[in-house]
């Protein structure tokens, strides 16, 4: 049974930094994109990052605009995990956050409907 498990959120000020993690068990995923949703009640779950691989250990990360520049995805494949390093993050940041495994995405950028796989998620709250 594949699971999806984040952890690492909690409430930071302002231009402060958390680090996610999401550890996934059930299957392998090296050679899947692996992303970031966040979700804020009452709206849509919105696209965070994602992590496609390359091949070998090569990976390209990309962002949404919003978060561009402040935030860094990376994985440990030997420990079937993937991160979500936050930085000078901001009040708008607030929400619950969600890692994801997209299928047959390929090239172009993943949503949340190629999801096949979902964490549970994991409160960020940033404080003014």
């Known amino acids: 049974q594949v699971q999806l498990v984040e952890s690492g959120g909690g409430l930071v000020q302002a231009g402060g930094s958390l680090r996610l993690s999401c550890a996934a068990s059930g299957r392998t995923f090296s050679s899947d994109t692996m992303g970031w949703f966040r979700q804020v009640a009452g709206k849509e779950r919105e696209f965070v990052g994602g992590?496609?691989?390359?091949?070998?250990?090569?990976?390209?990360?990309y962002y949404a605009d919003s978060v561009k520049g402040r935030f860094t995805i990376s994985r440990d494949n030997a420990k079937n995990t993937v991160y979500l390093q936050m930085n000078s993050l901001k009040p708008e940041d607030t929400a619950v956050y969600y890692c994801?495994?997209?299928?047959?995405?390929?090239?172009?950028?993943?949503?949340?409907?190629?999801?096949?796989?979902w964490g549970q998620g994991t409160q960020v709250t940033v404080s003014s």
């Open positions: 994801a495994v997209a299928k047959n995405v390929g090239g172009r950028i993943m949503t949340s409907g190629d999801c096949e796989y």
């Open positions: 992590i496609r691989w390359l091949g070998g250990t090569a990976h390209y990360a």
